[in-house]
C-alpha cells in the first residue's frame, strides 16, 4: 500500500549535514581485555572494538560545541540563518543552561574566525529522555522547521558520556562523543517521516537511571575515588527493557504504515539503531524478526521450523506477541529489595536466539544492517549520540560503497532506559552524495590514541594525566569558577576556549 511518503513530489523536513566529535584518548577493548582478564573474543563479537575516553578538559558542552562548529564549517552554514539549537544529552553539569552554553562557546570562536555569531534570535532547548534525548531533539527541530522556522534552519546536537565504574559489567560499553546535525524543510540526506514514526513510554523504576540523590549517600562516595556519572543499572533488566520498549514503538510505526511485520523488514533499505553495544541491535532484530515470523498468516514454514529447532511452542510465542508487559508493576509487587523482572518474553528470546544464525537472518543483516556498523563498533556507547553516529557512519560508507541508496526506506529505531523508544521511517534524497561526502566521519575517527593501563585507569579515577595528545581544534574547559560572594558567584561554572 502506498503511504503519503511513497509520493516522491512530496519532501518532509530532514537532515541536511552531519558531523562527529569523538575525543582523541581511545581505549582498545583488546587492550582492556588483557588488563582485566576478560575473552576478547566474547567482547568483540558482543560489544566491538573500542571506546573513547574524554580527557580532563572536556564535557558533554565542550563536545557538542566542537561538532556544532564542524557542521557550520562543514556544510558552509550560515549562522544568522539557524533559528534553533536542540540539545539532546544526558550528560548535562549544569541543572539550569544548556544548549546556550554550546551558542556560547560556537558565537566566540566564530567571531574570532571573523564570521558573524549565531542568530540572536536563536531557541536554545535541551532535551532529555536518557539516550533517546536527541531524537527528541531532533522531533522537535523537524517540527520548527516545518511550522514556524519560516525558511531557517537548526541544528540538533547530542553530546554524551557514557561512564561506568571500573570492575562493572558496564565498562566495556563506554565511550564519549557528540554527533550535529542540520535540519532544513528541503532536506539534503534524508527526510524524516514523522506522521508514520512509532512511539511508546513506560516507567521501568530504577532501570538505568542517575538520580542526583546517589551522590548523596555515604555508600556510594566511598566506593568511588572521585565525584563521577556512573548510572544505577541493573544489565539484564535494562536490555530486557531495551527490547520490550522498542518492539512497541516498532509495532506503532507499522501499524501507521498500514504494512505487515515482514513487509517493512522487506521493504527497508536500512535499519538502524540505537546501539549500547554491538550485539544489542541485533538482539533487537532477531527480536522484531521472530514476531514478524509469529505475526505472518499461519502455518508459516520458516516460523514452525525456526520454533521446532529452538525448543518452542509456536503457540507461545504467538500469544507473547500480544504481551504488554508491566516491568516495573510486576518489580513493585514483589515488594522492597526485590530481584529485578525476569523476560517478559522467554519464548521469543529463545526463538530470537535461534533466527538470528539463520541463513535468512543473515540475509537481513547483510543488506539492511551491516552499512557503518564497523565503524560504531569503534565508538563505543554514546547514548544520545550512538544512533545518529550509526547513521553518519552508514551514510559515509554507502558513499565509499557506491551503493545506489537514493529513494530507499531507511528507519531510525531510537531507545532510552527509564524507558521510551521512537521507531522513525527515513528517506534518502536524491543528491544524498554531496552531503553525505561532508561528514568527514573517516576522518573524526583517525584523530586518536590508545591510552595505556595506567593512562585510562588514572583518568577513570580523575587524576591528572600526562597525555601525547594536546587538544587540537577543538572547545576545552579553561578554568572553573570559584567565587562565591554576596555580590558575585561563579563558583562551579566552567569557562572555555578554543585550543587552536
Ligand atoms: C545504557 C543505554 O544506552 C541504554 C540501553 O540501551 S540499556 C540496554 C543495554 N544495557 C547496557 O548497556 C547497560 C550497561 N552494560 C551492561 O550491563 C553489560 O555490558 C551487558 C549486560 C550489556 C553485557 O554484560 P555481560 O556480563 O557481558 O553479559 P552476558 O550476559 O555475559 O553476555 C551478553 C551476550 O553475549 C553472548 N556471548 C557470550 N560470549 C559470546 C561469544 N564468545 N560470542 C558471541 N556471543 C557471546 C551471551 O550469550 C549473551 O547473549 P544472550 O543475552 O543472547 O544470551
Not at 25 to 51: H, I, M, Y
Not at 88 to 108: F, H, L, Q, Y
Not at 223 to 242: E, N, V
Request: charged share 20%; aromatic share 10%.
Amino acid at each position: 500500500m502506498n503511504t503519503p511518503n511513497d509520493t516522491a513530489a512530496r519532501r518532509n523536513p530532514g537532515v541536511s549535514g552531519m558531523s562527529l566529535y569523538v575525543p582523541r584518548p581511545r581505549v582498545s577493548l583488546r587492550d582492556w581485555c588483557e588488563w582485566t582478564g576478560n575473552s576478547w573474543d566474547k567482547v568483540q563479537a558482543v560489544v566491538g572494538r573500542s571506546f573513547r575516553q574524554p580527557a580532563p578538559y572536556e564535557d558533554a558542552y565542550t563536545m557538542a560545541a566542537t561538532a556544532v562548529l564542524r557542521l557550520i564549517q562543514q556544510y558552509n552554514i550560515d549562522p544568522r540563518n539557524v533559528g534553533q539549537l536542540a540539545l539532546g544529552t544526558e550528560s548535562s553539569k549544569d541543572n539550569s543552561a544548556g544548549a546556550v552554553i554550546v551558542r556560547g562557546m560556537v558565537d566566540r570562536e566564530l567571531e574570532r574566525l571573523g564570521l558573524p555569531r549565531l542568530s540572536r534570535q536563536m531557541e536554545v532547548p535541551e532535551f532529555k529522555h536518557a539516550c533517546l534525548g536527541g531524537v527528541y531533539a531532533l522531533k522537535s527541530a523537524l517540527r520548527y522547521v516545518a511550522f514556524d522556522a519560516n525558511g531557517r534552519q537548526a541544528i540538533v546536537v547530542c553530546s554524551d558520556i557514557a561512564a561506568y565504574e571500573r570492575g562493572s559489567s558496564g565498562e566495556q560499553t563506554q565511550g564519549a562523543g557528540a554527533v550535529a546535525m542540520l535540519v532544513e524543510a528541503q532536506p539534503k540526506l534524508f527526510e524524516v517521516d514523522l506522521a508514520h514514526a512509532g512511539s511508546a513510554s513506560d516507567f521501568r523504576g530504577p532501570d538505568f537511571r542517575k538520580p542526583l540523590l546517589r551522590y548523596f549517600h555515604q555508600e556510594y562516595g566511598q566506593r568511588h575515588r572521585r565525584l563521577h556519572d556512573f548510572p544505577i543499572f541493573s544489565g539484564k533488566y535494562s536490555t530486557f527493557a531495551y527490547l520490550d520498549e522498542v518492539g512497541q514503538a516498532t509495532d506503532a510505526m507499522i501499524q501507521r504504515l498500514g504494512v505487515s511485520d515482514l513487509a517493512f523488514l522487506d521493504g527497508a533499505g536500512g535499519l538502524f539503531f540505537h546501539r549500547p553495544y554491538h550485539m544489542m541491535p541485533l538482539q533487537a532484530l532477531a527480536f522484531i524478526y521472530a514476531r514478524a515470523l509469529a505475526r505472518a498468516p499461519q502455518p508459516n514454514a520458516d516460523f514452525q521450523a525456526l520454533c521446532e529447532q529452538a525448543g518452542v511452542s509456536p503457540e507461545g510465542v504467538i500469544a507473547e506477541c500480544r504481551n504488554t508487559p508491566d516491568l516495573f508493576g510486576e518489580f513493585l509487587s514483589q515488594g522492597a529489595h526485590a530481584e529485578a523482572p525476569q523476560d517478559a518474553h522467554p519464548l521469543t528470546t529463545k526463538l530470537s536466539g535461534v533466527a538470528r544464525k539463520s541463513p535468512a537472518f543473515q540475509q537481513l543483516l547483510a543488506t539492511r544492517v551491516n552499512l557503518g556498523t564497523d565503524w560504531a563498533m569503534e565508538l563505543g556507547n554514546l547514548y544520545t549520540a550512538a544512533l545518529p553516529a550509526w547513521i553518519a557512519a552508514g551514510f559515509e560508507q554507502a558513499l565509499e560503497n557506491n551503493v545506489e541508496w537514493t529513494d530507499a526506506k531507511l528507519y531510525a529505531i531510537g531507545y532510552g532506559s527509564g524507558d521510551a523508544s521512537e521507531a522513525i521511517p527515513l528517506r534518502v534524497v536524491p543528491g544524498w552524495r554531496e552531503a553525505a561526502a561532508k561528514i568527514g566521519f573517516r576522518t573524526a575517527l583517525a584523530e586518536s590514541t590508545d591510552l595505556t593501563r595506567e593512562q585510562y585507569e588514572a583518568m577513570h579515577d580523575g587524576q591528572d594525566v600526562a597525555l601525547d595528545c594536546p587538544p587540537v581544534n577543538q572547545f576545552v574547559i579553561a578554568r572553573t569558577g570559584d567565587t562565591y560572594e554576596a555580590a558575585f558567584q561563579d563558583l562551579g561554572v566552567d569557562y572555555y576556549e578554543f585550543a587552536q
